[in-house]
């Protein structure tokens, strides 16, 4: 089989945006226009595709990452019933609300580019920050469109300031509204210096017509500007630029491209999703400007066997290289596993080697996604998205390869869960019903962790907020019929040490026959981070929140006992200091010790290191560290005061305020502990009228009085 379509027509991008910014609108218009669909579906009458779970629809947000196939003609290609004109679409529409940021993480490692939907009231809020910094980690080149311009407070001027300000001074216009507010009729584009208005039923039509009189100043200054930045990014253009040679409309598209692509510049498009105008435009600017598989860097990976670094082309004679990115329960074929193909193909029937597991495991179906529907395909090429039907041992993050010529990609790190509560099931019956579903939702999400309360056995789950558990629990009940009670929402309090410490502990126990003998000596203190770079030694294993040096000389402790020690460690570490949190941030180092010919033994030196760490972290002054969230408020000005004042009271710390359209926005740094059921307290201090956004921003040490009341609590 050959692939329908070359890869230098196709684009993997994602729509990104934070909550209510008119993410799915704008996704539900561009099935519109690609024709995959006859008719759009509005969010305010639950009718999307991409939002097709029924608490989506119930909810009016996105919870879980739709990935959808579709074809665009460009609006100006006079035969778009060609085939060979068309480009191939793969979309993935993602979630705004913080708590499924995972969703927008995991996506922005598979696709090539992204659309960036900005509120015209709002401009950039808090998701919309989280949002760029997960594109920028990845290195993902973005368009921006400012939607909302026919809203009441809308500014495109105020809105594209706000992405300079707080996002990237690489942003660029490149259109202009053509009004704003009940006034918004349509676009001018800067490049080519004409007007764009929208008619039709739906807006399909697009209309090409001169710069409106009273803009033509204001475009051609723009226009400058942008010409300006473009031909910043080639030596040659520029030169000629500066004798007063612009370069021809299809240079100056040539050079944005690849400074686009090269994330030099993020254009700027605006309109009104909700109203049909301006996402054709959009979607010709993804041709034009976002780049094709061709257009990136080879993949990179080791190979699991040997540690080697290895590149994998975008090309179908290469080895299969995929990255399973996604994992879904479909009620209909069961589990999906959603993959990026990166090099090679693959076909149904046949099978892949999980270079993570070491497995091999044979691919039932493929099939090719549009939303909640589906459409079976016999094989996958490069550069393509699809989800595979059957693979059991597959988990977020497994690279799947040719066994032949192995290769393990980069995982997908997640941020850490900060909420959790208990759950227990409702009935004799749910028991293992509810095990099972536990299982299955935390496979899918990476970010909900379920483990069992050793003291009391009690099942408890872990999330990234309120609303991630309540739906979760949500989905039990309706996808797998278990109903369960949860407790009160707990907070994923963590502890660490302010200072440094030694600590010496010998393990010895004789009883008839063969005894026990462990002796470590080891120093205990706060892990610092590290330069960007740095090489880390040979004797150092590092992680995240961990380090363990091994600075054992001339054998005193044998080599096979050294990795019991660290296990030794991060079982203790577990099991916390003060309050039986788990512990972070520490850096250990194995100097001395002794053994036993006869009576040493893994177990005797795990105990061993356990023993020494915790005498060791008792003396290095321990603490309690709680998340911070940062909070954004958005009120009425007359409710300022009692906001600021309430918000002071939860140990909240101002950061500062601005305006929002008719209203103000308050940004604060506020602990979790302090913030369950705000919510409702906000909308009974504001008449209804407020709204408030949280995500996790840092771990900070709980003040004395509080981390009393913690350690009282867990006794």
């Known amino acids: 089989m050959k692939r329908d379509y070359p890869l230098e027509k196709v684009r993997n991008f994602g729509i990104i945006a934070h909550i209510d910014a008119g993410k799915t609108t704008t996704s539900e218009r ?63 529409d993602t979630p705004g609300h913080i708590d499924f940021t995972a969703e927008v993480q995991r996506s922005m490692r598979v696709l090539d580019g992204a659309i960036v939907v900005f509120d015209g009231v709002s401009g950039v809020e808090p998701q919309s920050e989280t949002n760029w910094r997960y594109a920028d980690d990845a290195n993902v080149p973005r368009l921006c469109f400012i939607n909302k311009l026919d809203r009441t407070g809308a500014s495109f001027e105020n809105s594209y300031k706000s992405i300079l300000d707080r996002l990237s001074p690489k942003a660029v216009r490149l259109q202009i509204p053509i009004g704003e507010e009940a006034a918004h009729e349509g676009v001018v584009d800067l490049l080519t210096m004409k007007s764009y208005t929208f008619t039709g039923n739906m807006g399909e039509e697009v209309v090409a017509g001169e710069v409106p009189a009273e803009l033509v100043e204001t475009a051609k200054k723009y226009r400058g500007e942008l010409v300006e930045r473009i031909v910043e990014n080639d030596d040659a253009a520029m030169n000629a630029y500066l004798e007063g040679n612009e370069p021809p409309l299809p240079e100056l598209k040539k050079l944005l491209r690849k400074a686009v692509i090269a994330n030099e510049i993020f254009p700027v498009y605006c309109g009104s999703a909700l109203k049909n105008k301006g996402v054709q435009l959009v979607l010709d600017g993804v041709v034009d400007y976002l780049p094709s598989p061709l257009d990136l860097p080879p993949v990179t990976g ?184 949860t407790g009160k929402p707990q907070v994923a309090y963590r502890e660490t040490v302010l200072g440094s410490s030694e600590a010496e502990h010998k393990y010895i126990k004789q009883t008839g026959g063969r005894g026990q003998y462990g002796h470590v000596k080891i120093k205990l203190k706060k892990l610092e981070p590290i330069e960007e770079g740095a090489k880390i030694a040979k004797n150092v294993t590092r992680e995240d929140h961990f380090e363990f040096i091994n600075s054992i000389k001339g054998g005193v402790i044998p080599q096979e006992y050294i990795p019991a020690v660290e296990k030794g460690i991060r079982e203790a570490m577990g099991r916390g200091i003060l309050a039986g949190y788990p512990v972070v941030d520490i850096s250990i180092d194995l100097y001395d010790g002794s053994y036993h010919e006869v009576d040493s033994s893994e177990i005797a030196f795990k ?98 009085n509080v981390a009393d009341e913690i350690i009282a609590a867990r006794k």
């Open 30 to 92: 561009v099935l519109f226009y690609t024709g995959s669909q006859h008719k759009i579906g509005e969010v305010h009458e639950g009718q999307t595709t991409t939002d097709w779970m029924e608490q989506e629809r119930e909810r009016g947000i996105t919870i879980t990452a739709a990935a959808i196939t579709c074809f665009w003609s460009k609006t100006d290609e006079p035969d778009k019933k060609d085939a060979s004109k068309k480009f191939r679409f793969n979309i993935i």
């Open 302 to 485: 080791v190979n699991p066997k040997t540690g080697e670094p290895i590149e994998r082309h975008a090309a179908d004679d290469e080895p299969f290289t995929a990255l399973a990115f996604k994992l879904q329960t479909d009620p209909f074929v069961g589990a999906l596993t959603f993959f990026r193909v990166y090099a090679g193909s693959l076909t149904a029937g046949s099978y892949v080697y999980n270079a993570n597991t070491g497995s091999k495991e044979r691919v039932g179906r493929i099939v090719r996604l549009q939303a909640d529907k589906r459409e079976e395909v016999e094989q996958v090429f490069a550069g393509e998205i699809a989800a595979a039907v059957g693979l059991k041992d597959t988990k977020t993050s497994h690279t799947l390869c040719d066994e032949a010529n192995p290769i393990m990609l980069e995982e997908i790190k997640f941020p850490e869960p900060v909420v959790s509560v208990r759950i227990e099931p409702k009935t004799k019956a749910d028991q293992e019903k509810m095990g099972i579903a536990l299982r299955k939702l935390a496979d899918e999400d990476p970010t909900f962790r379920v483990s069992t309360d050793e003291e009391t056995a009690e099942t408890i789950i872990a999330g990234m907020g309120e609303l991630h558990l309540e739906i979760l629990v949500d989905r039990m009940k309706r996808e797998f019929s278990v109903v369960a009670d």
């Open 607 to 704: 105990i061993a290191a356990s023993m020494a760490f915790q005498e060791a972290a008792q003396k290095a002054k321990p603490v309690i560290l709680e998340p911070i969230m940062k909070v954004e408020v958005v009120v009425p000005e007359k409710f300022m005061g009692d906001i600021t004042g309430n918000l002071s009271g939860k140990r909240g710390q101002i950061e500062g305020m601005e305006d929002r359209g008719m209203n103000k926005a308050v940004h604060a740094l506020v602990p979790l502990s302090e913030m369950f059921g705000y919510t409702t307290t906000l909308r009974s201090m504001t008449e209804g009228r407020g709204s408030m956004t949280m995500e996790f921003d840092h771990y900070d040490v709980v003040p004395k």
